[in-house]
């Protein structure tokens, strides 16, 4: 309860504080996608889902996204994957430095695959994108983060500990003409105090769009937990729904 709490308080001042911001017209988008994968043979069957959602809210000032992913996998009677991931961030722009804002961001995660009971991340920083037009995004960002967190190490140890993250992400974002899209978002967080551990994020989607509302997307997603030395690499493939207004 105290996780979902501090979560809730840190949210409900990133809201605050962006609606502060955000005195001009604003533009809404809207994405969800689904995708996954079946396999079914005389010996067994397995199966993968992975759905996700976006809504953000975008002004001249800035931008708030509230984003969810949920992944869920079975193998025979095994269960592989239960892992949910939900985050609030907000980015504030700077007139007088053109592609360069301000971030902020609170990060809930849950995983079976990567054995985490519960994990909190809050923190900010900077980015600067380093390339910017409609058609081709190159963003890179650094800030610290705070994490408090509840592993499994086995089915009877837990590790639960608070540290600080040095955050690292470069993300980008290519459209040609105006029907594959290829976009990602990477991610290495290291503790500030302790060498070993480390976390390592890959997203990476290419969608060709069937209406301007709809794409076929196939989706990689990479994560590597080096404090309970678990990893997880998944390869799906499904559609996508956007919309603007």
Known sequence: ????????????????????????????????????SINKTNDGSSYLLNNGFKFSVKKKTGVLNLNNNWIYGRSQTDLTNNDYNA???????????????????????????????NQLQTGAGAAYSLYDKPNAYLNISEGLLFETSNLFLNDTTHDIYHTFRNSLRVQFRFVVKNIFVIDGSNFLQNS????????????????????????????????????????NLLLSYGLSFEKYF
């Open 1 to 36: 309860m105290t996780t979902i709490r501090l979560l809730l308080i840190f949210c409900l001042g990133i809201c605050t504080s962006a609606r502060a911001q955000f005195s001009d017209s604003a533009h809404y988008y809207f994405n969800y996608n689904s995708t996954g």
């Open 87 to 117: 985050s609030l961030d907000f980015d504030l722009y700077q007139k007088k430095i053109p592609h360069f804002y301000y971030w902020g961001l609170a990060n809930y995660t849950t995983s079976v695959s990567l054995k985490i009971n």
């Open 192 to 231: 500030l105090s302790r060498g070993s551990d480390y976390i390592v994020r890959s997203n990476l989607n290419l969608s060709v769009k069937l209406q301007k509302w709809l794409s076929f997307t196939t989706a990689f997603n990479y994560n590597k937990f080096n404090r309970t030395s678990r990893e």
